[in-house]
């Protein structure tokens, strides 16, 4: 394993460009080999010349999240930042969870990150008070020095090493971690570390990893999940010039999980030549069953289930008293369609087999979960993968399932060569794990000031489940759990039931996952109620939410799933709520912003991934219709934030694409292929069509990390991507017609 | 046999002439920071000046590249020092950071025409290059310092 690594560090070494993050992580397990740096953490490590090595065992996408936590780490070490050097790990489970995904980054190892430092330091001060024959307690560690006060003494960390590393390592309860008032980095305004590679293209992504003598691939997939090839004519190929040879991948064994979709692979030495290769493949397929799957029927399918009484979830009260008994009820349906991840780096990997084992380099948010698939794939025991994570162009969950990495090897043990698996913009679209479509259904009762006494709202979609169940057919407890079994509102009577769906493409988890589509109907439903009330929409979302106060949530054959946390110490808590309403509403100057002609405001509020988010966004319709957005207001209750800059950059980033969610492309289907396949048919939004500013306003909190801020701002898709249809939170009546450029696809108007 | 420059080096290539020249840059010739994104032109990751113009190499082939002056974001700034490039880190622009050698290329062409860039002539500029982390607002913001105008 040795040896294949140099080999490959030599590989990118061996490239015009200087070295990337990948090549440090490979650097440093060589110089461990060599001179041992003193590791008294698997998260830290300190070289006899004193620079700190921190290892980011979490995936870099854009959160910060490689900067950030070893910026904890660095804190209580209290190491100077030009001192650090920043090491990508490999997979290993050694390193706790490294599937960077589900906004956990932070929540999960803010607390490892500081015992690792303070566990260094520590050591640094016994150190320094051995060779100074003094009290511990009088040793302080500074800004890479260990002093002495009393006599002025000085130690670098470097000149310590030797000797800490030869002490015990303390127990946890001897740390003494830092108070908040000497943080030097948690909580302050620091660049990530990649912000000046980022400027002149040095960054190391997964389409960028380069192993010597490797082909390059590209692969033919069944067009309809589940499809089997028939037959295959290459003869054509074969005289592409560049081209090596043809190969083929088997299908996945059901559940499909992130096993390969098969297919037939030209293998090349450019890519270029490997894609002009498969452009002359004949191939043909068994479609099986999914081959008739059509999205429009599909979703007239969805939305006569969300018609039908489904599979009771959360239940308070009596809502069919209430129903029975109301002077007047409101309903509405609300449809979203497949959505695809669209990185704009597509899944890229480089692997090779040799010898039994696998070795790769790859765009991947969980590179244990690539240690498993690829042993899957390859009969292997996944401590025979080791995997290298790159940098990624976007992951948004798309690159938490390495079936693309699996791809690589597969192709790798065939032509006994390594292989680079890029796919293109078109397979990228054509074969995602999708967001799922999903028909919501919502009633409510009122009462005479406008105010609902009951409330019912009903989903129906394809679940996540399937992707590891092909039998799956309701919802999970975390999808349900996603801003739809919660909802905080002061309703005495509460229904919310799952229909039963299958799918029929693979789906999987997006950003804000489920709480695209329940956000949307909800905020978009209470939007309409308070237009039906008559009534301003911030005083009706804050009336809504009643009393200040923990709402226990207790679903209905299933625990509440709380993002795996306890709600004692992330109860639902509508003052937090409230507090971002109220704080979105006044720095947006929500009350001195009456809509005009061609002119609107929208709000909504949800509480997602842990955190409590309102979004103001204000929109403007021209008379030919278009839409610009020139402004939107951000307020996140988010508990304690660590990186207030990447925040921020995370939150503006958020309204971009809850933009295209809300107004842009979809996916459908027919005859079991997907339609789209380029930015051209799956439109995102562009500098001209995002919101011009958007405004953040961090609340200050002394509540736990609950969103990885600085991860994925989940709740995106809540405040901002329920304004999808755009006409709950945007329209108003006073815009100019043309609301059906907002208005997505709901069964009504 | 095909002679272009690349960021100031003379070169020569016998492949297909036909590759688009994204291919030549990034497989043959190691220059990573040009980015594949969508291979039809319509994102702008793999955004070049070829004689000056910001151009799409993906849709750009060898032959049409011959006899031409190429400029990746590798020669626009090795060092990170071009005006745009010190915005950009003043801005803390980059997420992910994939489209951002091209959102670079793009504005650095923008700049050499329009020194001092209206809000209008940025989105006209622009809207060619998708970044799907979304940090418009940002690159706006740096293109504006670049050019000594108003943010």
């Known amino acids: ?749 | 046999m095909i002679q272009l420059k690349v960021n100031g080096t003379a070169k020569k290539f016998d492949g297909d002439p036909e590759m688009p020249l994204l291919w030549y840059l990034r497989d043959v010739l190691d220059y990573t920071g040009t980015k594949f994104g969508c291979g039809a032109g319509l994102c702008g990751a793999c955004t070049v000046h070829v004689n000056g113009e910001a151009t799409r190499s993906c849709v750009t082939s060898m032959k049409d590249a011959a006899g031409k002056d190429i400029l990746t974001i590798e020669g626009l700034g090795a060092k990170s020092e071009h005006p745009l490039q010190a915005a950009w880190k003043q801005c803390n622009v980059s997420q992910c950071g994939y489209c951002q050698s091209g959102q670079i290329m793009q504005a650095a062409a923008l700049l050499k025409t329009k020194p001092k860039p209206t809000d209008a002539d940025i989105d006209s500029a622009m809207q060619g290059n998708i970044c799907r982390c979304g940090t418009y607002q940002r690159i706006r913001q740096a293109i504006q310092i670049a050019a000594g105008v108003k943010a």
């Open chain 1, 1 to 749: 394993m040795n040896r294949i690594e140099k080999v490959s560090r030599r590989g990118f070494l061996g490239t015009a460009i200087g070295a990337g993050a990948l090549v440090l992580g490979v650097q440093m397990n060589e110089a461990d080999a060599a001179t041992p740096a003193w590791m008294p953490s698997v998260y830290l490590g300190i070289e006899p010349n004193g620079t700190a090595v921190i290892v980011a065992h979490r995936s870099e996408m854009g959160t910060g999240i490689r900067s950030v936590l070893p910026m904890v780490v660095a804190d209580e070490l209290e190491a100077d930042w030009k001192k650090v050097r920043v090491e990508q790990a490999v997979g290993d489970t050694k390193y706790g969870s490294q599937n960077t995904d589900g906004s956990c980054s932070i929540r999960d190892f803010y607390d490892a990150m500081r015992e690792a430092g303070a566990t260094a330091r520590l050591m640094l001060e016994q150190a320094a008070a051995k060779k100074w024959n003094v009290p511990v307690a009088e040793c302080k560690g500074q800004n890479h020095f260990v002093v002495h006060a009393k006599s002025g003494k000085k130690a670098a960390y470097g000149e310590l090493v030797k000797v800490a590393s030869t002490l015990p390592v303390p127990k946890k309860a001897e740390l003494r971690l830092k108070p908040e008032s000497e943080f030097r980095y948690i909580g302050k305004e620091l660049p990530t570390i990649d912000q000046a590679d980022h400027t002149r293209g040095a960054g190391k992504f997964g389409i960028d990893a380069k192993m010597p003598g490797m082909l390059y691939a590209s692969i033919e997939r069944p067009p309809v999940l589940g499809a089997k090839l028939r037959s295959f004519d290459d003869a054509a190929v074969k005289g592409v010039k560049g081209v090596v040879r043809t190969a083929t991948i088997d299908g996945f064994k059901p559940p499909h999980m992130f096993q390969a979709l098969g297919g037939v692979a030209v293998l090349a030495d450019s890519t270029w030549a490997a894609a002009q290769g498969r452009k002359k493949l004949k191939v043909e397929w068994d479609l099986g069953p999914n081959g008739s799957f059509d999205s429009a029927s599909e979703k007239a399918e969805i939305l006569n289930k969300i018609k039908q009484p489904g599979k009771v979830v959360r239940n308070v009260g009596d809502v069919d008293k209430a129903f029975a008994g109301a002077a007047k009820v409101h309903e509405a349906s609300y449809y979203v369609p497949l959505l695809s991840h669209a990185p704009m780096e597509p899944p890229a990997a480089v692997a090779e087999w040799r010898d039994g084992k696998v070795v790769t380099y790859a765009a991947t948010q969980n590179p244990q979960a690539v240690q498993e698939a690829v042993a899957g794939a390859m009969g292997i025991k996944k401590e025979d993968v080791t995997c290298h994570v790159t940098l990624l162009g976007g992951g948004f969950g798309r690159k938490s399932k390495p079936d693309y990495v699996c791809e690589a090897a597969m192709l790798s043990k065939q032509v006994g060569k390594p292989v680079k698996v890029v796919w293109s913009r078109e397979d990228d679209i054509k074969f995602d794990f999708y967001h799922a479509n999903a028909g919501m259904y919502m009633k409510a009762a009122l009462d005479a000031q406008g105010k609902p006494t009951a409330w019912l709202h009903r989903s129906v979609f394809p679940s996540i489940g399937s992707t590891f169940d092909a039998a799956a057919e309701y919802g999970q407890e975390f999808e349900m759990g996603m801003g739809w079994v919660d909802l905080p509102y002061a309703i005495p009577n509460h229904r919310a039931e799952n229909g039963a769906h299958k799918n029929h493409v693979r789906i999987g988890w997006m950003r804000a996952v489920a709480h695209i589509y329940h956000a949307f109907a909800i905020h978009s439903f209470v939007d309409e109620l308070a237009a039906a009330a008559n009534r301003d929409r911030v005083e009706y979302i804050l009336d809504l939410l009643g009393p200040d106060r923990n709402v226990p949530i207790e679903p209905v054959g299933m625990k509440y799933w709380n993002n795996d946390q306890d709600q004692s110490k992330f109860p639902v808590d509508t003052a937090r709520l409230k507090r971002v309403v109220q704080i979105a509403a006044e720095k947006s100057g929500w009350a001195n912003k009456k809509p005009s002609k061609g002119r609107a405001l929208g709000i909504a509020a949800h509480r997602s991934f842990l955190t409590y988010v309102a979004a103001v966004v204000e929109v403007e319709v021209d008379d030919r219709g278009r839409v610009t957005i020139p402004r939107v207001d951000i307020a996140v209750d988010a508990g304690q934030i660590i990186s207030p800059e990447r925040a921020r950059s995370q939150i503006e980033g958020a309204a971009v694409f809850g933009t295209s969610l809300a107004m842009m492309g979809e996916i459908t289907a027919a005859d079991g292929r997907i339609v789209q396949s380029n930015f051209n048919n799956y439109p995102v939004a562009r500098i001209n069509e995002a919101p011009r500013v958007t405004h953040v306003h961090l609340v200050p909190s002394k509540a736990p990390a609950g969103q990885t801020l600085p991860l994925p701002l989940k709740q995106q898709a809540s405040g901002f991507g329920s304004c999808r249809s755009g006409r709950p939170s945007w329209y108003s009546p006073e815009a100019p017609g043309k609301s059906g450029a907002f208005f997505w696809s709901g069964d009504r108007r």
